[in-house]
């Protein structure tokens, strides 16, 4: 079965920086797109980049965009967040996820699968 599996998130200093993998098992992911998305208490689960298996296409919230940075290794079967520049507001829980196909990236319930997620928090 499809399995994702978060790590790398921890407590961090505002300014500083975080890398989160995201380890994908289970089928050939070749024509899903790869989300992260982010959470806090009480809202709903937002939207923060997403890239296409392929590595042809990302994408990013503005609220991150210049900042955060999504990659992919094809040979691990990973995908990565790059975080710079962390702010409190950063704060959260992360949660990688993979959609099949060509669809709406940044809407939350085209999403196939979803890992347990991992906490980030940013001290200010």
């Known amino acids: 079965q499809v399995q994702l599996v978060e790590s790398g998130g921890g407590l961090v200093q505002a300014g500083g920086s975080l890398r989160l993998s995201c380890a994908a098992s289970?089928?050939?992911?070749?024509?899903?797109?790869m989300g992260w998305f982010r959470q806090t208490p009480g809202k709903e689960r937002e939207f923060v980049a997403a890239i296409r298996w392929s590595g042809d296409s990302t994408y990013y919230a503005d609220s991150v965009k210049g900042r955060f940075t999504i990659s992919r290794d094809v040979a691990k079967n990973t995908v990565y967040l790059r975080m710079n520049s962390l702010k409190a507001e950063d704060t959260a829980v992360y949660f990688c996820a993979a959609a099949y196909g060509s669809r709406p990236y940044h809407v939350s319930y085209v999403y196939d699968y979803w890992g347990q997620g991992t906490q980030v928090t940013v001290s200010s």
């Open positions: 289970g089928r050939t992911f070749s024509s899903y797109v």
